[in-house]
C-alpha cells in the first residue's frame, strides 16, 4: 500500500494550496480518508475525514469554512483544498487511509508553510 501526498509549499496568510493524496495497492472505494497534520512540538491533529463515498466529512474546528476535502474514487485520490492560511496552519500534512480497526496506512506527509 502507497499513500503519495502532493502539493505542499510555502504561502503567504490568506494564500490557498491543494493537497492531494494518491492511493495504490488497496481498494480505495472501501476506506475512510482523512487529512492529519502535525506542527512542530505539538501532537500529530485530524484536520478532515471523509466517508468512502464521499457522502459525508468531518473537520476540526479550528478549519471549518476554510478546509474542504474530497475525493475521487475512479483516481484513487483525496484532495484537500486549503483557503485563507493562516501561520498557525503550519504543520506536516498527512493523508490516512482507514477500514475498520485492522488497516491503517499512512503517506509520508507534505510541508505546508505559511509565512510572510
Known amino acids: 500500500v502507497q499513500l503519495v501526498e502532493s502539493g505542499g509549499g510555502s504561502v503567504q496568510p490568506g494564500g490557498s494550496l491543494r493537497l492531494s493524496c494518491v492511493a495504490s495497492?488497496?481498494?480505495?472505494?472501501?476506506?475512510?480518508m482523512s487529512w492529519y497534520r502535525q506542527a512542530p512540538g505539538k501532537e500529530r491533529e485530524l484536520v478532515a475525514d471523509?466517508?468512502?463515498?464521499?457522502?459525508?466529512?468531518n473537520y476540526v474546528d479550528s478549519v471549518k469554512g476554510r478546509f474542504t476535502i474530497s475525493r475521487d474514487n475512479a483516481k484513487n485520490t483525496v484532495y484537500l483544498q486549503i483557503n485563507s492560511l493562516k501561520p498557525e496552519d503550519t504543520a506536516v500534512y498527512y493523508c490516512?487511509?482507514?477500514?475498520?480497526?485492522?488497516?491503517?496506512?499512512w503517506g509520508q506527509g507534505t510541508q505546508v508553510t505559511v509565512s510572510s
Open positions: 490516512n487511509a482507514k477500514l475498520g480497526r485492522r488497516y491503517d496506512f
Open positions: 495497492g488497496l481498494t480505495f472505494r472501501s476506506y475512510i
Open positions: 471523509i466517508s468512502s463515498t464521499g457522502g459525508g466529512t
